[in-house]
């Protein structure tokens, strides 16, 4: 299937691993021109180096960019564009705050989670928004977590902020589809990550039990018997910005092998 997004460019935070760079590697797949931040500079250089096995080299941006930090996005957005012209995709994407219970948690942590989770949503969204207006044109993707709509033990952050960023997904939405700019969250569940074994290792430790013990309990757990890929991810995200999903907006996607157990 032709997804229709050949040279549109597209933003992609946090996407030297993980299912950051499964949602660049998914879009180069479909012949964007994509850009990409993280905060390792090794890392970040080994995924462009992937990239550019998809697409020609000059169609990759790397940058070196703390998505928790405004000055580092602004740096991150003139470069791509100075690079590439208007963005048309924007897929924000972070690390979770800090995984803890609720009176384990201090107000550092919740201000680091704020910024590092949810303000860097707004403002990469600001950054965009203009200039998909303008061109009456542009896919907002915001990767967050099944925490949205089945919070999680320990994840008392996260499952607040991935909630009010589902909230604001739909008035987003609402806002920007006159303007032919849809915006959706996508909510992974369990995914074969770096963020699932830190998960597994925090919760082990809280149980008594060993990360391996955690994890074949926990996909023991979800209906499909197995931790998503994050490639599996990344095509949903590359779908999710298509002109295939042209009256898709508004809606937050739950990506989790059926583990989330409510309706809506």
């Known amino acids: 299937m032709d997804l229709g997004i050949g040279e549109r460019v ?32 090794a890392a970040l250089e080994a995924a462009r180096a992937e990239l550019a096995q998809l697409v020609p080299p000059a169609a990759i941006l790397a ?24 963005v048309d995709i924007l897929v924000t994407n972070t690390g ?12 550092e942590h919740w201000a680091g989670g704020i910024q590092s989770t949810l303000m860097n949503v707004v403002r990469m969204s600001r950054l965009v928004l203009p200039g998909m207006r ?39 939405a609402t806002e920007f589809a006159p303007d032919n700019v849809l915006v959706n969250a996508l909510l992974p569940g369990h995914v074969a990550t770096d963020r699932q074994i830190h998960l597994a290792e925090v919760r082990g430790r809280k149980e008594g ?24 991810i990344g095509d949903v995200i590359a779908f999710l910005c298509s002109e295939r999903a042209s009256y898709l907006t508004g809606v937050s996607l739950q990506v989790d092998g059926g583990a989330t157990a409510g309706i809506y």
């Open 96 to 107: 979770g705050p800090t995984a803890a219970t609720f009176l384990d948690l201090t107000e």
């Open 63 to 86: 940058h070196a960019c703390d998505v928790g930090r405004e000055p580092d996005l602004a740096a991150w957005y003139e470069a791509t564009t100075a690079a590439f012209g208007g």
């Open 10 to 41: 597209a933003m992609v935070a946090a996407a030297s691993k993980g299912l950051g760079k499964a949602a660049a590697k998914a879009l180069a797949r479909e012949g964007c021109r994509v850009s990409i931040c993280g905060r390792d500079p």
């Open 209 to 232: 039990i060993t990360v391996e013990q955690y994890l074949e309990r926990a996909q023991a757990a979800i209906p499909a018997r197995r931790f998503g890929r994050p490639e599996e």
């Open 134 to 172: 303008a061109r009456r044109w542009g896919r907002i993707v915001h990767i967050t977590s099944l925490a949205a709509k089945q919070p999680q033990p320990l994840l008392t952050i996260s499952s607040a902020l991935r909630a009010g960023i589902s909230a604001m997904t739909r008035t987003m």
